[in-house]
């Protein structure tokens, strides 16, 4: 069984800082694509930013230039890194990997999420 478990959400002032971890645990033989998701309420889930297994890195025009994505393929962990925060980031924040396991298909796994405050 496959576990993706996110950590570093929080509250935080407007012009701040998070780093958010997620790290994939399980018989995991490797991992392809790593992404982080974030839902506002009453929002549908969207895109952030994702990063493949050789390091390509793609952000949502509202991120670019404020978020950085990154992972250690070691430790099977996806790192955001989140700077000059705006109230309008302020959702609940998903881990996404795409695993293939030991034994078995290709699956796309989520977290369970971390929530991201921004005040204002």
């Known amino acids: 069984q496959v576990q993706l478990v996110e950590s570093g959400g929080g509250l935080v002032q407007a012009g701040g800082s998070l780093r958010l971890s997620c790290v994939a645990s399980g018989r995991i033989f490797s991992i392809d694509v790593m992404g982080w998701y974030r839902q506002a309420p009453g929002k549908q889930r969207e895109l952030v930013a994702d990063i493949t297994s050789g390091g390509t890195t793609n952000y949502a025009d509202s991120v670019k230039g404020r978020f950085t994505i990154s992972r250690d393929t070691a430790k099977n962990t996806v790192y955001l890194q989140m700077n000059s925060l705006k109230s309008e980031d302020t959702a609940v924040y998903y881990c996404?990997?795409?695993?293939?396991?030991?034994?078995?298909?290709?699956?796309?796994?989520w977290g369970q999420g971390t929530q991201v405050t921004v005040s204002s």
């Open positions: 996404k990997a795409r695993i293939l396991q030991v034994t078995g298909p290709v699956y796309n796994y």
